[in-house]
T-cell receptor, first 112, second 111 residues
């Protein structure tokens, strides 16, 4: 998707290992979000950022941490991956919280 | 706690027919209701959105109907085409960085 790049696109990792997913935007949007998508649950918010070094928890934040050192980059870290974290992860950005988001193409993570 | 409930889970419509997807919400503070369209292997893309001060919004073949008193809103796709086959998500938020999504509806439009 234009302006948002997620890396890697696919990853297989072992239980107990740390994993970092990267989101890079060229939209210059202040707000950035990490969602996970699972069948039957839609998209659920993990963490979000409202500025450089300003982050907060979402609905399903346990086991995840985030960092934002630059406007354009938002990192999601699974500190010790578990099988329940197997999912598709989407990064999104927004100009304001109360408006439409732009989503990346997602990262498919499999924890074995 | 699912704050936005979406139905049906899946929908099959003939080409040229009308596709209707419904959502209900619980939080009366919600004041922005977008719909997203997602194709396989892609991220969701904003399709159309409405705010509660209007009851209907139309963009091309896509219409949102909004019923504030019933806390419900729906997406209507007129003259459905095979290219509309995708998963559709409704969502709701109130300026708090916590947009809540429905579980999604997989639409198949048969030629």
């Amino acid at each position: 998707d234009a302006g948002i790049t997620q890396s890697p696109r696919h990853k297989v990792t072992e239980t107990g290992t740390p994993v970092t997913l990267r989101c890079h935007q060229t939209e210059n949007h202040r707000y950035m979000y990490w969602y996970r998508q699972d069948p039957g649950h839609g998209l659920r918010l993990i963490h979000y950022s409202y500025g450089v070094k300003d982050t907060d928890k979402g609905e399903v934040s346990d086991g995840y941490s985030v960092s934002r050192s630059k406007t354009e980059d938002f990192l999601l870290t699974l500190e010790s991956a578990t099988s329940s974290q197997t999912s598709v992860y989407f990064c999104a950005t927004g100009q304001t919280p109360n408006y439409g988001y732009t989503f990346g193409s997602g990262t498919r993570l499999t924890v074995v | 706690q699912q704050q936005v409930k979406q139905s049906p889970q899946s929908l099959i419509v003939q080409k040229g027919g009308i596709s209707i997807i419904n959502c209900a919400y619980e939080n009366t503070a919600f004041d922005y209701f977008p719909w997203y369209q997602q194709f396989p292997g892609k991220g969701p893309a904003l399709l159309i959105a409405i705010r509660p001060d209007v009851s209907e919004k139309k963009e091309g073949r896509f219409t949102i109907s909004f019923n504030k008193s019933a806390k419900q809103f729906s997406l209507h796709i007129m003259d459905s085409q095979p290219g509309d086959s995708a998963t559709y998500f409704c969502a709701a938020t109130y300026n708090n960085n916590d947009m809540r999504f429905g579980a999604g509806t997989r639409l198949t439009v048969k030629p």
